[in-house]
């Protein structure tokens, strides 16, 4: 393992696993004996998605021919898609025994739900969306076939397993941290609004439109969509503990950038040797209580660090922690290389952990797919191949996309922003110990109206947000229920996690991780 994937493994806790995840949603009935034949088909042309780990003291990536366990389940018992998600975020990966990757179909009647979760240790957002991608790609071209389920998993005489994947154990209640009173009081941590313990990760999704017009700060510079997620990301923190009577000190953001694509042409493609691990770098994003009191001066400290980004190598670990954390991954004797790594990461964790995280995937209309002949106003049909060839189906389309990803305490925060269709849409990914479900709208009301404020700094036309969806409901968690500099991070002409730049899309489409 690198380095970087190494203090990853050190970081992961079975109450609070390092996931990132799609949810998509679309506007009829998949075929699960379809979807799972080409889940299976995905998984045979990346061997990240079914490696598992080995070795008792050193970590190492062992990659099998097949799975070792089915990834793939089916839900069918009127359980909502978030609820399956929240499931799969929140249960601890056994990546000895369980490949990294776990996809569930979601039956609904007003349109099933795909939900793709996958340990961060192995694969990234990009690579998560990319391979959530190639699965609806795969699902349109054949029916294919993975041959019958076992008898004990098959239900129905479909030969689709029921339920959760193979080695999803119960959500693991997370103790309250000894240093929960020092981040509560520190004023560089989202002030906790629940008290006690709290089970696994819980998302909000919200939709809000794109801000039109220039916006340019007083040197005239742009500040991209990057930046203002950054941005509104500050001011809603400040404003949440702020009115919850805590002190508000220095937030850092921290925001992922991805170094696969740093030396790859502008456009490229995700190929299969990109899956083969994590491919993220981190860059924190710093403001203090005075920047936060001047929109327009916290607009510039933004774009001044996310500008000096784009000519740094970012480190898979940021700050005096990930430096410290590196070396030691590098030159501490393998047999107390884990334990050691464990040991200092849980101890720094509460004095150096960022304040939360946005990860902006950026735009990815390639999650609907093509147009397969026929349109409707709905949005584009996904097709099979038959005996006559390539032919339109009734339905159903791609409607939605959700990033997801965790963050444990005293973090607890993590804003996963994904651009499908002409909206922005972002899911507050939040531990049960920071928000509950009741709660964490009144953050998100703060996230959308920080956002709609900064945009409009230089005058740019009105920001009009719809609706935000409905807020989940409190679900039962249980096991059944030397690259080259980066040239662009963060702005509307590149998503955050390809760094190489891109044309400016044309006038009202998605500026774009």
Request: aromatic share 6%; proline share 10%; glycine share 12%.
């Given at each position: ?15 609070a ?46 990659f ?84 019958p ?64 017009g ?9 500040m ?108 501490v ?33 390639g ?78 009301d703060?996230f ?9 700094l ?46 400016s ?9």
């Amino acid at each position: 393992m690198t380095p970087g994937e190494q203090i990853l493994a050190a970081s992961d806790r079975a109450s609070a696993p390092l996931t990132c995840g799609l949810l998509v949603q679309t506007d009829g009935q998949l075929d699960p004996g379809r979807l799972r034949a080409a889940v299976r088909a995905v998984i045979r042309r990346h061997p990240m998605t079914r490696a598992i780990l080995y070795g008792s003291r050193q970590h190492a990536w062992r990659f099998v021919a097949e799975p070792t366990a089915d990834p793939f389940g089916f839900v069918d018992d009127g359980t909502e898609g978030w609820r399956v998600h929240e499931v799969l975020s929140s249960a601890p990966f056994d990546l000895r025994r369980f490949p990294p990757l776990r996809v569930v179909l979601v039956r609904q009647p007003d349109g099933d739900q795909l939900s793709v979760v996958a340990h961060h240790l192995a694969l990234d957002g990009l690579r998560v969306t990319g391979l959530a991608t190639e699965i609806l790609a795969a699902y349109r071209q054949s029916p294919g076939d993975w041959g019958p389920a076992d008898a004990a998993d098959a239900a129905g005489g479909d030969g689709v397993r029921r339920g959760m994947p193979a080695g999803i154990p119960p959500v693991v209640r997370a103790a309250p941290s000894p240093w929960s009173t020092v981040a509560r009081r520190s004023g560089r941590y989202v002030i906790p609004l629940t008290a006690g313990r709290g089970d696994g990760y819980g998302f909000h999704p919200m939709v809000i439109s794109l801000p039109s017009g220039d916006r340019t700060l007083a040197d005239g510079r742009r500040m991209t969509i990057n930046d203002l997620l950054l941005a509104a990301a500050h001011l809603a923190i400040d404003r949440w503990n702020t009115r919850r009577g805590g002190p508000t000190g220095c937030l850092r953001i921290r925001m992922p950038i991805d170094l696969a694509g740093m030396a790859a042409p502008a456009g490229a493609p995700v190929s299969s040797t990109d899956f083969q691990g994590n491919h993220t770098g981190q860059a924190l994003i710093v403001s203090e209580a005075a920047d936060r009191r001047d929109l327009p001066r916290l607009a510039a400290r933004v774009v001044d660090q996310t500008v000096a980004a784009k000519g740094e190598t970012p480190p898979p670990v940021p700050g005096v922690s990930g430096a410290l954390g590196v070396a030691m991954a590098r030159y501490v004797p393998g047999p107390w290389r884990s334990a050691l790594l464990r040991m200092g990461v849980a101890a720094a964790r509460p004095l150096l952990a960022p304040t939360a995280a946005v990860s902006n995937l950026g735009r990815h209309d390639g999650v609907a797919g093509p147009v397969g002949g026929a349109t409707v106003s709905g949005g584009r049909y996904l097709v099979a191949v038959g005996a006559a060839g390539r032919a339109a189906l009734p339905g159903p389309s791609v409607t939605a996309a959700y990033f997801t990803g965790t963050a444990g305490m005293p973090q607890g925060l993590f804003l996963g922003v994904v651009s499908v269709g002409g909206t922005l849409n972002v899911t507050v990914g939040y531990h049960r110990q920071m928000f509950g479900p009741g709660s964490v709208p009144a953050f998100a009301d703060l996230f959308r109206a920080a956002f709609a404020e900064l945009a409009d700094l230089r005058g740019s036309a009105a920001v009009v947000t719809p609706a935000t969806p409905a807020a989940p409901s409190a679900p039962g968690l249980s096991a059944s229920s030397a690259p080259a500099p980066a040239r662009e991070t963060g702005t509307t002409d590149g998503p955050v996690h390809r760094v190489a730049r891109v044309t400016s899309p044309p006038r009202g489409t998605v500026p774009t991780r």
